[in-house]
């Protein structure tokens, strides 16, 4: 009940409308309710006495009492919708913030389809309880009472009959509400399986029909589907078992009345105009019954909603900026004291572990490590998208906790590995780096980041519309628009998160020559490829999570195993000798590479010669191999 008590509260502004409702909705009865009474009277006086006008009287205070119910029940159908999609509305809003506000470690709680059914059907079915059990949920109750009472009033005896039948029907319908309301939560999470399916489908249905997977995803779909369909069966052959249970009760209830009003007739204790009367309570009576019971299936429906949808609300935000947040970036340095990582308190061993490395602003380093290495997971604690489980990061020589998170992620862009874009346009996709970017500001982004290549081709150029998730372009666009919107940030700290391996080589060096003239910025580049950092001030080889050398290019070469069998794989391939040639060939922190290479896709032959490609800034020149 604490929880129907949140999410009521969630009503806001609409609290006036829905008061006004359940008002209405008493008075709307109230005037129903007397409409027996009036005719009962005219049976039992008027026609008895055969006095036409007080017949008139009363059939025109029934048409007043009629009219007036029907006024306050359309009032009350306008402040009830009102009340109903003003809650669904703040609720879906208040998940759907809370949801911006989570961090990684937040969002790893929830499943992706399980967050948009509780952000849909969920807030539907709380919606669809309450317009269609607002006005049983009132109607019924003061039905019940108005209508028992008057029953006493107009007969004691005939309404003893009725109370007998009561509990039966009131035990029958607990059991089964008892029953059903398990069944909900269940068929809430099957729901979640669905559209797990359905939107893991759709996002990958390009490969599906790569590899002629359509029968498999089918089949997936119908054994999902088919499982939804017998849960709700299930759950609701026990919910239908209420109206059996009421209209036994009702008929067993209207036949002990007329049997034993029909004997009081004949003797004498009881009169015509009053048996009709109280068997319209009677039947006022067991309409409110059937309301509540239904009323009780909707609100043990939205129960199960309800409590999912508090579980999200719930969830305690673990990255929140302090109370007296620094809200400026000093500068763009990096420096992580003894770091550990877990990504779950009771994960049995670290992610990342005694991470010590410090990066000089507007220097550039190279991460390199094999898979699961902890690579990503280092750079995600720098703009404090998770925090670290033991130690500290600093940037800019603070505390990233320190930060106002906001300040902090607005001074550290980070070119995730997953590209992301989003339905709209070039441009609308670009300003998400900056809103108040001009177009110069658009193109020189896009020239750094090699977009400008593609750009002139797409129809409407800027105001070319990508389609969801950026359908319209390739992986390599796509990685090249996520740089190009990250440089519109005009950040200190300056991350890639292997954000060049679906481009070629020739373009992934024109994007780090184009990188390398930004000055001030940290750039910190996780990368497959040792041509992608050889140039690098200084690279970071991790392995299993832990710091396994720091040097550059040569001095890696010079004295790191784990650096030379990367640097031979790429170069001469997996075999032994090439880490000789490699630790050879390198000299300095140049980049190197063959001249006169054989066939696409061959090893350069033995006689090749290896060219600098970016000599330092001491003027000297790339040596021979």
């Known amino acids: 009940m604490h929880e129907l008590r949140r999410i009521v509260g969630f009503l806001g502004p609409y609290r006036r409308d829905a008061i006004l409702g359940m008002l209405l909705v008493v008075i709307e009865s109230a ?19 055969r006095d036409l006008d007080f017949i008139f009287r ?47 470690a937040n969002l790893d709680h929830f499943e992706t389809s399980s967050l948009i059914t509780r952000m849909t ?21 003061v039905m019940l009472v108005i209508g028992f009472g008057l029953a006493f009033y107009l007969n004691m005896q005939l309404a003893l009959v009725f109370v007998g039948v009561s509990p039966f029907m009131i035990v029958a319908l607990a059991l089964i509400v008892r029953h059903v309301g398990p069944l909900y939560g269940v068929l809430q999470t099957t729901v979640d399986k669905l559209n797990d399916v359905v939107q893991e489908m759709l996002t990958a249905v390009r490969a599906v029909k790569a590899y002629v997977r359509e029968d498999y995803e089918c089949a997936q ?35 002990l009345i007329m049997w034993f009003g029909g004997q009081m007739i004949l003797g ?41 949808i508090c579980e999200v ?110 339905s709209g346009t070039v441009r609308e996709n670009l300003c998400w780096g900056n809103p108040k970017a001009t177009t110069e500001d658009l193109l020189e982004a896009c020239r750094r980041a090699r977009v400008d290549e593609f750009l002139d081709r797409l129809p409407g150029g800027l105001e070319y519309d990508l389609g969801q998730g950026g359908v319209n372009v390739s992986g390599g666009q796509k990685q090249r628009l996520c740089i190009a919107r990250a440089l519109l940030k005009r950040p200190r700290v300056l991350i890639f998160d292997d954000s060049t391996s679906a481009v070629d080589t020739a373009t992934d060096a024109d994007i780090r020559a184009s990188l390398a003239a930004l000055t001030g910025v940290t750039k910190i580049i996780i990368a497959q490829r040792v041509s992608s950092v050889a140039d690098a001030d200084q690279i970071v080889v991790l392995d299993d999570g832990r710091v396994h050398a720091v040097g550059t290019h040569a ?10 069998e990367i640097y031979a794989s790429q170069t001469h391939g997996p075999k032994g000798d090439g880490v000789k040639r490699g630790h050879q060939a390198a000299p300095g922190n140049a980049g190197w590479v063959k001249t006169n290479p054989s066939q696409k ?18 003027g000297s020149e790339g040596g021979e191999r």
Not at 276 to 289: A, E, R, W
Not at 601 to 618: D, I, L, M, R, Y
């Open 221 to 255: 779909f119908r054994a999902v589907n088919e499982g939804l369909a017998r849960t709700s069966e299930q759950t609701f052959k026990f919910a239908v078992l209420n109206m059996p249970v009421l209209y036994v009760s009702l008929y067993t209830a209207t036949t």
């Open 555 to 564: 001095e890696l070469l010079a004295s790191d195993s784990i650096y030379q």
């Open 121 to 141: 059907t969920d807030v539907t079915v709380i919606q669809n309880a309450l317009n269609a059990g607002f006005r049983p949920m009132v109607r019924g109750p």
């Open 313 to 422: 609300l719930d969830e305690p935000v673990d990255l929140v900026s302090p109370e007296a947040p620094i809200t400026e970036v000093a500068d763009g340095s990096v420096e992580f004291r003894d770091v550990s990582f877990k990504y779950r308190a009771d994960a049995a061993e670290n992610a990342l572990e005694h991470v010590n490395l410090s990066i000089p602003a507007g220097s550039t380093v190279g991460v390199l490590g094999g898979t699961g290495s902890g690579k990503t997971t280092l750079v995600q604690l720098i703009p404090r998208l998770y925090d670290a489980s033991e130690g500290s990061v600093l940037v800019g020589g603070r505390d990233v906790r320190s930060y106002d998170l906001e300040a902090l992620r607005n001074a550290v862009s980070i070119v995730l590995q997953k590209n992301v874009l989003f």
């Open 268 to 308: 004498g204790e009881l009169q015509v105009g009053e048996l009709t009367g109280f068997l319209s309570y009677v039947m006022q009576i067991l309409n409110s019954f059937i309301m509540i019971s239904n009323v009780f299936l909707l609100l043990t429906r939205s129960l199960a909603s309800i409590h999912r």
């Open 601 to 618: 896709g061959q090893a350069a032959p033995e006689n090749a010669e290896w060219v600098k490609t970016n000599p330092s800034h001491n």
């Open 58 to 104: 009363q059939g025109v205070l029934m048409l007043v009492c009629a009219a007036l119910s029907l006024i306050t029940g359309q009032l009350y159908a306008r402040h009830a919708a009102r009340a109903t999609y003003g809650l669904g509305a703040r609720l879906r809003a208040a998940e759907y913030e809370h949801v911006q506000e989570m961090s990684f």
């Open 31 to 49: 005037f129903e309710m007397v409409i027996p009474i009036l005719m009962a009277d005219i049976i039992d006086v008027g026609v008895a006495t």
